[in-house]
């Protein structure tokens, strides 16, 4: 890989895990679910008139959008509105990646390999972990939230998958188009919040921190992951995803002053080593058998 794409594949990484950062400042002032629905919103608009449909059934649009925006996105955002600390939610919410394994297994007969079934048990230890350390007195909730909001991701992996788009772009864009609403109404019910518009007008920096959910992190980092997915195989382009929580923890400490606990800390290495046992344990085994 040239030093051009790596470079682009640490900024990915890095947009994805100061991402956290701008959810926090967001949901610092205004209802998590109302923010969600304007990330999409603008993420959508206007973005749909320049990016055309896929050609494929519309009802994939809707089902991948509801999943993507409203279950997952909406969970974490309401995990870290509720107190989950964001560097920690950027590492913990990876378990996609062992979901979208369990998933595909089940509806695709796709079978796991070793690696990926180490890397998981690993990673779920790490959760036990955390999750029991929670329950010590920490709140539990929004830990909870962000493993569902994990599931949640890994369940539109999946919705992805069977609706084989062919232009990535242009399905993130117009499948963004079926989340605001049903978010403005979720926020209207819960979070008794006017439709779509605040209460008080929001400070710069929470304008701010949306426009970049909206812009930098929606539109710009998926479009450039999904060009460098295209351009290399996925396991040179895949590790660069264990930057992100890198970034998340180190950017939310430096912004927000978060602290991990030691077993949190414990928890949250079991988690991250799991991964590297997922991305990495089939070339380590090819190596051994060499």
Not at 7 to 14: M, N, P
Not at 103 to 131: D, M, T
Not at 214 to 228: D, E, H, N, R, S
Request: charged letters at 5%; aromatic letters at 12%.
């Amino acid at each position: 890989m040239p030093l051009k794409d790596i470079v682009l594949a640490v900024v990915v990484a890095a947009v994805y895990g100061v991402a956290f950062v701008a959810i926090k400042f967001s949901v610092l002032e205004l209802p998590p679910l109302m923010v969600t629905g304007w990330r999409f919103l603008l993420a959508a608009i206007p973005m749909v008139l320049f990016v055309p449909r896929p050609r494929m059934n519309p009802w994939w649009l809707v089902l991948y959008g509801v999943m993507q925006g409203v279950v997952m996105f909406g969970l974490i955002f309401v995990a870290i509105g509720q107190g989950m600390p964001g560097g920690l939610a950027s590492l913990v919410v990876q378990m996609q990646v062992f979901f979208t394994v369990l998933f595909s297994a089940v509806l695709f007969k796709e079978r796991p390999r070793a690696h990926q079934i180490a890397g998981g048990l690993v990673a779920i230890a790490g959760v036990v972990v955390i999750g029991w350390s929670k329950s010590q007195g920490a709140p539990l909730l929004p830990f909870m939230l962000v493993i569902a909001s994990a599931c949640a991701w890994g369940m539109a992996n999946v919705i992805a998958k069977a609706a084989k788009p062919t232009d990535m772009l242009g399905f993130i864009v117009w499948s963004s188009l079926a989340a605001p609403l049903p978010l403005f109404l979720l926020s209207m019910w819960l979070e008794a919040a006017p439709f779509a518009v605040p209460a008080a007008m929001p400070s710069w920096t929470a304008i701010g921190s949306i426009l970049f959910l909206a812009y930098p992190t929606t539109v710009f980092a998926f479009a450039a992951w999904v060009t460098l997915l295209r351009r290399y195989p996925a396991a040179v382009v895949t590790p660069f995803a264990l930057l992100i929580p890198v970034f998340g923890i180190s950017s939310t400490a430096l912004v927000f002053g978060e602290t991990v606990p030691m077993l949190v800390g414990v928890g949250a290495a079991l988690v991250f080593v799991g991964l590297a046992v997922n991305v990495f344990g089939g070339r380590l085994g090819w190596l051994s058998r060499g």
